[in-house]
């Protein structure tokens, strides 16, 4: 058999042509015929993957190899675990050639494929997980990450896999705050945060997240120009964490508070510079507090009109 990978590709593409008429189908099995279609374009896929003869390595023919035969799989076996699997290894060079829209799409259909029709969601949410990494950190499609994490973190939850849910939940409100289109979105993310801590607290587990936690809470509570509640999650959290009670990040959600009652800006800056000092601000607390810091110098030209 030829080597030529359009050779094969051309096979492949009679081998899954539908079977018709009453005698092809004595002398011959479409099943049987669909199986080889899947052969050959993988084969292909495999040449082309690898470099061979006049044939150029090239990524994206093989992800389109492995497509192909992923949709032979789909919708003339109703293998949908094996078109799955070519869906992701379509997804894998997709994205190893840089083209990140194809693996995406190539992506959704894999997962489809675990979630509609094999209900397998567990296996599912490791690459739900995946896909909002690339929507977040090739595409800066940040809304849309958001939203794929979430649904990640339920199908992790629904099998009890509480520290892969609990990532999930994260990275879903840490972008849902950054990306806050409207206050709604911003009591979304401290909801969230707030079951992180529940959660943690009741299985006794990452305990040292639950400090940054409630700093993030109180950070978006005065985004929200809500000091009061920032002063009830401050208080909630000395009584929950009374070991920690004097750390750094509620020495700073105290500062912060009273810099924000005060309206006091260069307080403020003073404060947030002897932190950094010890303690690094990082991108997510940088972002919203320069939100906050722009909320209240709203305020100060209020006051003078």
Do not use: H
């Not at 958001?146 to 339920?154: C, E, I, N, P």
């Not at 936690?213 to 509640?229: P, R």
């Amino acid at each position: 058999m030829s080597t030529s990978p359009e050779k094969l590709i051309q096979q492949a593409q009679e081998k899954s042509k539908p079977v018709t008429g009453f005698f092809w189908k004595i002398i011959s099995s479409p099943e049987d015929q669909y199986e080889e279609a899947i052969d050959l374009y993988i084969q292909a896929a495999k040449i082309y993957r690898l470099g061979s003869g006049s044939s150029k390595q090239d990524y994206s023919k093989a992800a389109f190899c492995y497509i192909q035969a992923a949709d032979v799989c789909l919708d003339l076996l109703q293998n949908f675990n094996e078109a799955a699997v070519n869906f992701i290894e379509g997804y894998k060079l997709y994205k190893m050639d840089q083209e990140f829209s194809s693996a995406i799409e190539a992506l959704k259909k894999g997962i489809e494929c675990f979630t509609v029709k094999m209900g397998q969601f567990r296996r599912a949410a490791n690459y739900q997980f995946e896909l909002g990494e690339v929507l977040e950190l090739q595409l800066q499609d940040y809304k849309e990450a958001a939203k794929v994490y979430k649904m990640a973190g339920d199908w992790y939850l629904q099998d009890n896999a509480l520290q892969l849910s609990n990532k999930c939940y994260l990275k879903y409100a840490d972008l849902l705050s950054l990306q806050s289109k409207g206050n709604q979105d911003l009591f979304d993310a401290i909801k969230t945060y707030q079951t992180l801590i529940e959660n943690n607290l009741a299985k006794n587990t990452n305990t040292w997240s639950l400090k940054d936690y409630y700093l993030k809470i109180g950070l978006l509570q005065l985004l929200l120009t809500d000091n009061v509640a920032a002063e009830r999650t401050l208080n909630e959290a000395k009584q929950k964490l009374s070991d920690d009670k004097d750390c750094k990040e509620f020495q700073l959600l105290a500062k912060l508070i009273e810099c924000y009652q005060e309206q006091d800006l260069d307080l403020m800056s003073q404060t947030l510079m002897q932190f950094d000092k010890f303690q690094k601000l990082d991108n997510w607390k940088t972002t919203i507090l320069l939100k906050i810091k722009e909320s209240m110098i709203g305020n100060d030209e209020d006051d003078l009109l």
